[in-house]
């Protein structure tokens, strides 16, 4: 499962600058990548990672602004199309897992 963070916050002001910088860290540090300005993702291996990493996200948000947390299946999420221009790009792998037998 892909988790997905989408933010709006503002940036006005040198606090408001702060917490964006701040919130932005911290999804950095919970090891999301950031797939375009204010959309982040994170691939969980299960549904209780996704749930985990959710209520981190609950308890670090910024004091105003928007966030929204969205979960994508890895199907949903292979069906992305991803365009530079005009040219089309291949979609992100998600990270090697490691087994255990």
Not at 23 to 38: A, D, H, I, P, T
Not at 41 to 60: F, L, P, V
Not at 63 to 84: H, I, P
Request: hydrophobic share 40%; charged share 25%; net charge positive.
């Amino acid at each position: 499962m892909w988790l997905f963070a989408l933010f709006d916050l503002p940036t006005t002001t040198k606090a408001a600058r702060k917490r964006y910088t701040r919130f932005r860290k911290f999804l950095l540090n919970e090891g999301f990548v950031m797939m375009q300005f204010s959309v982040y993702a994170k691939y969980c291996a299960s549904e209780e990672s996704a749930k985990t990493h959710r209520q981190h996200i609950k308890q670090n948000l910024p004091s105003d602004g928007q966030v929204r947390v969205l979960g994508v299946t890895e199907r949903q999420f292979a069906k992305m199309e991803v365009y530079y221009g005009k040219k089309r790009a291949k979609v992100e792998d998600p990270p090697l897992q490691m087994t255990f037998w």
